[in-house]
């Protein structure tokens, strides 16, 4: 069975857990997720299956969607509210009003530098950065380039703030909620979260986990090209050993593609190409 499962993550599991317990359920060893959810958060996991473990890549490079909570007033170790508080006690918020907010917010619209927190699983000298951090020692967390397409206030009762993300893959909301209380001058921490969307998947059709079982698979199943969102190329058929061998090939590019297409050999899904001016270069094929 090849495809991909629109997973709802619940909170208290691993992303690594999800896949451990999904393998088990459907007897199936390749299997991989597409984007880790930190164990406290939940939502959208997309989980590929047998040959769609090779399109991975291409799911974990898109955008994707957060509702998160901002809570004001102090911050943790882990820039959310599983940390240990760093300050004794929290910070007078009562000047913060919506208005300052939504000033501060605007600060980080588009690319931004951003320093992911040091209970996370970026790997620094060949560990992880949380092993460090447990062990008390600390590190120089390397800044990352991501960016916040937007950021809207869904509700505000301060210190409570409710916010939507729509960010680039790479992005720590985490560390997002941490910089804009330190920008507000009062501290700040993430204290829930909840993935929405990523990329093509959304919370309205994914599956929670204990609704999947390896004989209800092929309700929950999508198929692979279903699951990327590219446009479709499709090739003729006298050109198939070419397309199969791996070989670039000139083809008619009367709609104008370029970038990232499906590849069709007349009805059949067969791989996924980039398409260079009038070439098309194959670049996963699933035969």
Do not use: W
Request: with cysteine; proline share 4%.
């Amino acid at each position: 069975m090849d495809g991909v499962i629109n997973v709802l993550k619940p909170p208290g599991m691993t992303s690594h857990d999800v896949v451990a317990v999904l393998r088990r359920k459907l007897k199936i060893k390749k299997i991989g997720h597409t984007g880790t959810l930190d164990p406290g958060a939940a939502g959208v996991l997309p989980v590929c299956v047998g040959k769609a473990t090779k399109i991975v890549e291409y799911i974990q490079s898109t955008t994707k969607e957060y509702i998160c909570e901002l809570t004001l007033g102090n911050a943790t170790e882990t820039y959310d509210r599983y940390g240990k508080f760093i300050y004794e006690n929290s910070c007078d918020f009562s000047n913060i009003r919506i208005e300052d907010i939504d000033n501060v917010i605007k600060e980080y619209i588009g690319e931004i530098e951003q320093t992911p927190p040091m209970y996370s699983a970026i790997k620094i000298e060949g560990k992880r950065a949380y092993e460090f951090a447990r062990k008390g020692k600390t590190v120089e967390m390397p800044k990352r380039k991501v960016i916040i397409y937007s950021i809207d206030v869904l509700n505000s009762n301060i210190p409570k703030v409710m916010l939507k993300v729509k960010c680039s893959k790479g992005t720590y909301i985490r560390s997002l909620c941490n910089d804009i209380g330190e920008s507000l001058g009062v501290h700040g921490y993430m204290s829930f979260l909840l993935r929405t969307k990523s990329g093509g998947f959304n919370i309205e059709n994914a599956i929670p986990l204990n609704h999947i079982e390896g004989d209800n698979l092929n309700e929950h199943i999508i198929k692979i090209h279903d699951a990327l969102n590219f446009p479709s190329l499709i090739v003729d058929s006298s050109k198939s050993k070419l397309i199969l061998n791996g070989n670039k090939i000139k083809i008619e590019n009367k709609d104008k593609l370029d970038g990232l297409v499906k590849i069709f050999i007349e009805s059949k899904f067969v791989g996924i190409g980039i398409v260079e001016k009038d070439i098309l270069i194959p670049e996963k094929l699933f035969t």
